[in-house]
């Protein structure tokens, strides 16, 4: 507890604004006190830790009215005239013990590699992985006869932490070991900029919530991922009612 009683948040309470007023400052649209990325590096946004009418109105005016925004680990509580229209259940978990080693068959993922990158999303789905991600940080790949058949990288950087995210492997590869191989890599370079690695996955997704602590991270809280339209017109009031 603070001196005058509040609880500390943490910095990775609400990683997205730590990042965009932090590491990542350079990408920052912003408008009141309502920031977000740019929309084709990432939907991450980031709003105050507990937003007014006023910050709502600025996430619809920055968004466009009647516009789906993404709420990625927004627990609070969504105005009554905003739709939500997708909701589900996350972790977010930190290392804790990670075996991070360089791996020699990873190689280092640029611009160019930026339409495969995007045709392995598509067939795998790990999350978000839009045209200008890339710029957030280091990517690693691995290649099979030329092909790019698993990746992982970095995406937000709130100070002193890394997230490790776009973690996925061709099905034709798969029980390789490969996405370890490259989380364990990635998370070396991590730590070699004296950062700690920490990621989000959904809190169903217990296959790879058993993977992420078989390699040495942990649960640090539990978050949500969601979505909400915005209003098609601005009401002068809004009554705050909880996402349930």
Known sequence: MSSTGTTRRHVLDNPAMASLTGPHARFAERRGRVLRYPVDVTPWLALPDEPDAGDWADLAALAGPGTEVPLLGFRGRVPDDWEITFQIEGVQLVDDGLAAAPDPEAVRLGPADVPEMLDLVARTRPGPFLPRTIELGRYLGIRRDGALV????????????TEISAVCTDPVVRGQ?????LILAVADGIRERGETPFLHTGAQNSGAIRLYESLGFRLRRRTAFL???APERLADERAAVPVV
């Open 150 to 161: 698993a990746m992982v990288g970095e995406r937000l950087h709130p100070p002193g932490w």
């Open 177 to 181: 070991g490969l996405a370890s191989r």
């Open 227 to 229: 979505a909400a339209r």
